[in-house]
């Protein structure tokens, strides 16, 4: 392939369409915001660009703020964590079949994406509703077994508007960004590796701990990065599986911008969160550079 260097007219105008969508419609929208967040609302409609720190002050002051975010951190922590759990079985099946079944396998794993998020955040209100398909099932198990003779008539689980429905929902929504990546990485996994620490007296758990987690570990980190940060800034699934009980930062931020007309609160907001990205960019990178033995 012919170096870029050689024929600059050539990459620039392949270049040029993609650079200008990503100036015009990502970092122009990005750098007004960040630059409301230096602003005051002088009125309803006008805001005035005066770089004040009092919003970034007053998301990390506030109780109020601090435990909407600490809260919002663990949710998405203990989400990930349960998607990685969930996911790295899954990866590693799908990476060991061969043929049609792995075809198949992937279809479903990408399948979520052809549905609407509004619709698959719907569809699990009607399987954790009090008459929902889960309550149903229960009841049904509860009263064939015969436990309604003995305990009385059952007593649905209270399984929406709180925070187990949140996690629950954003594992549901987001578990393939968790289980691409790790079938990208352990795709590429040497299996031989695995045979012979077997082969030398390892046990199972051993290997899976000692080999495949060190050498699929910059598919466990890039998975991690893709789930924990959408999910950190998450609205929708908060909003119709949590209801008031279960907010969290991204529906704090969403009042500010629509019911509360704060922007430049909401901007700062928004932007605490785009800080945690970039720090989170940043480890991604640091780990890669080490991965390579320190290049860059």
């Given at each position: ?39 005051e ?5 006008k ?7 009092e ?14 975010i600490?809260k ?6 203990l989400?990930?964590?349960?998607c ?25 794993v ?22 929902g ?7 049904w198990?509860?009263n ?20 187990g ?10 578990m ?8 990208a ?14 082969d ?19 598919g ?9 940060i ?11 599986l949590?209801?008031?009980?279960a907010q ?37 990178a ?11």
């Open positions: 392939m012919e170096n870029w260097n050689e024929n600059k007219t050539t990459f620039w105008i392949f270049a040029l369409p993609g650079t200008f969508w990503l100036v015009v419609f990502f970092m122009i929208p990005l750098s007004i915001i960040w630059a409301l967040s230096f602003g609302q002088v009125s309803l409609t805001t005035e660009i005066t770089g004040t720190l919003h970034y002050a007053r998301a990390l002051g506030d109780p109020v703020y601090l435990k909407i600490w919002s951190i663990w949710i998405s922590a989400a990930t964590f349960l990685l759990l969930i996911a790295y079985p899954i990866a590693f099946l799908i990476s060991f079949v061969r043929g049609r079944m792995k075809m198949i396998l992937l279809a479903a990408i399948l979520p994406f052809w549905i609407n998020l509004l619709i698959r955040t719907y569809a699990l209100i009607a399987v954790f509703r009090t008459r398909f889960v309550n149903f099932s229960l009841e198990v509860y064939t077994v015969g436990f309604d003779y003995l305990f009385g008539p059952f007593q649905p689980l209270e399984l929406l508007y709180n925070n429905a949140v996690v629950l929902g954003l594992i549901y929504v987001f393939p960004f968790m289980v691409l990546p790790l079938y990485s352990i795709e590429r996994l040497d299996k031989s590796l695995l045979e012979a620490s077997l030398l007296g390892a046990t199972q758990f051993k290997t899976f701990w000692n080999i495949s987690v060190p050498l699929t570990m910059p466990i980190v890039s998975g991690i990065i893709l789930v924990f959408p999910m950190l800034g998450s609205f929708l699934i908060p909003d119709l949590g209801g008031t009980n969290m930062i991204g529906n704090v931020i969403e009042r500010q911008f629509k019911a509360a007309n704060n922007y430049p609160f909401g901007a700062a907001l928004s932007f605490l969160l785009m800080y945690v990205t970039f720090a989170a960019l940043a480890l991604r640091w780990h890669a550079s080490r991965s390579r033995g320190g290049e860059v």
